[in-house]
């Protein structure tokens, strides 16, 4: 596996995990996006799992939605 193919893996993981705990959590994209003072257009690129977020993103989100940053990364995560 590249590089590449695996930091896309990550996204695409990331961004699943995001909206399910939006879904669980009852919480807009815009609202989480406000929060973390990220624009709405990156947030949703960031679910869509078309960016990668850097390891400081991941580590605020993280830590915005009260969850470790291993739960974002992982399949079982959602």
């Known amino acids: 596996m590249t590089t590449e193919h695996h930091a896309q893996t990550i996204a695409v993981?990331?961004?699943r995990n995001l909206r399910v705990w939006r879904a669980r959590?009852?919480?807009?994209q815009m609202d989480?996006?406000?929060r973390m003072r990220l624009?709405?257009?990156?947030f949703s690129r960031i679910e869509k799992g078309q960016k990668?977020?850097?390891l400081r993103t991941l580590e605020r989100l993280a830590a915005e939605i009260?969850?470790?940053?291993?739960?974002l990364i992982t399949t079982d995560g959602s």
């Open 52 to 54: 990668c977020p850097s």
């Open 25 to 28: 959590n009852s919480v807009t």
């Open 66 to 71: 009260g969850v470790p940053v291993s739960e």
């Open 13 to 15: 993981t990331v961004g």
């Open 32 to 34: 989480l996006a406000r």
């Open 39 to 42: 624009s709405q257009g990156y």
